[in-house]
């Protein structure tokens, strides 16, 4: 009987209903029942419990996961509390089969973010540990300075969360746009960055997210191509699976 039991934030995550993040607030704030018990963190399911998010009987495992590639416009919210948030990513795409972010971009951010009903992916993709590559074009109010570029990419302590970011890519495009490469996904880690050197972020643009790159209209989503999914597959092969509150504590991927 042991040898079924699967944690609930991994049994929600693992039949595409959200990340195991999410799973980890919806049962804190007791949305999730299991036999129409309102379980403890940590809690496992065994074969033949009922589990419930508000509700919903939420099945097993599905097949044949969903994986998009969205342009976020700006004022889109990243989250899939649709009943809190009206102008919610999910309501927004409105993708016939329920779907969940990987990572945030900020409401006043723009560019791309990956969609999935993979639990799986997700979870290995949002460690910051594995050095995954995000992209992202910036523009500034004043002109960026060379000591503007070395600081930013040779890391900036944030002391608002205790800790360094780590060194990067940063390039000046023209007089007040910059690229920079991140491997890190800290709380408004781009903006905090900025507003340390003093300066202030007018649009931020994400163009890359490892091997996959921004190639849609403002607005519109589309489906990876099998070799996008396929190099993504080899990229996170070695990632880390397991689920560390710490980290995600520390910083959240948004920009």
């Given at each position: 009987?042991?040898?079924?039991?699967?944690?609930?934030?991994?049994?929600?995550?693992?039949?595409?209903?959200?990340?195991?993040?999410?799973?980890?607030?919806?049962?804190?704030?007791?949305?999730?029942?299991?036999?129409?018990?309102?379980?403890?963190?940590?809690?496992?399911?065994?074969?033949?419990?009922?589990?419930?998010?508000?509700?919903?009987?939420?099945?097993?495992?599905?097949?044949?996961?969903?994986?998009?590639?969205?342009?976020?416009?700006?004022?889109?919210?990243?989250?899939?509390?649709?009943?809190?948030?009206?102008d919610n990513i999910i309501d927004y795409i409105?993708?016939?089969?329920?779907?969940?972010?990987?990572?945030?971009?900020?409401?006043?951010?723009?560019?791309?973010?990956?969609?999935?009903?993979?639990?799986?992916?997700?979870?290995?993709?949002?460690?910051?540990?594995?050095?995954?590559?995000?992209?992202?074009?910036?523009?500034?109010?004043?002109?960026?300075?060379?000591?503007?570029?070395?600081?930013?990419?040779?890391?900036?302590?944030?002391?608002?969360?205790?800790?360094?970011?780590?060194?990067?890519?940063?390039?000046?495009?023209?007089?007040?746009?910059?690229?920079?490469?991140?491997?890190?996904?800290?709380?408004?880690?781009?903006?905090?960055?900025?507003?340390?050197?003093?300066?202030?972020?007018?649009?931020?643009?994400?163009?890359?997210?490892?091997?996959?790159?921004?190639?849609?209209?403002?607005?519109?989503?589309?489906?990876?191509?099998?070799?996008?999914?396929?190099?993504?597959?080899?990229?996170?092969?070695?990632?880390?699976?397991?689920?560390?509150?710490?980290?995600?504590?520390?910083?959240?991927?948004?920009?």
């Open positions: 009987m042991s040898d079924n039991l699967t944690r609930l934030n991994k049994y929600l995550s693992e039949a595409g209903y959200c990340s195991r993040r999410e799973a980890d607030r919806l049962i804190d704030a007791g949305r999730v029942t299991i036999n129409d018990v309102v379980p403890e963190m940590g809690t496992k399911v065994a074969s033949g419990d009922i589990v419930k998010v508000d509700g919903e009987v939420i099945g097993a495992r599905k097949k044949d996961f969903v994986y998009l590639a969205f342009n976020k416009p700006v004022g889109i919210v990243c989250t899939t509390d649709t009943r809190v948030e009206k409105n993708y016939p089969k329920r779907i969940f972010p990987i990572g945030r971009l900020d409401k006043p951010s723009e560019g791309l973010i990956l969609l999935t009903d993979d639990g799986d992916i997700v979870n290995k993709i949002l460690r910051a540990s594995n050095n995954h590559e995000k992209e992202y074009i910036v523009t500034v109010d004043k002109p960026i300075s060379q000591t503007f570029i070395q600081r930013m990419a040779g890391g900036i302590f944030l002391e608002e969360l205790g800790q360094r970011t780590k060194k990067c890519e940063v390039k000046k495009i023209d007089k007040y746009t910059f690229s920079i490469v991140l491997t890190q996904g800290l709380n408004r880690q781009i903006r905090r960055m900025c507003e340390y050197l003093n300066y202030e972020v007018q649009t931020l643009k994400r163009i890359r997210i490892m091997n996959i790159g921004l190639d849609m209209p403002l607005g519109t989503y589309r489906e990876l191509t099998e070799k996008e999914f396929n190099d993504l597959s080899e990229l996170i092969k070695d990632s880390k699976k397991t689920f560390n509150p710490k980290q995600h504590n520390r910083g959240k991927s948004r920009r």
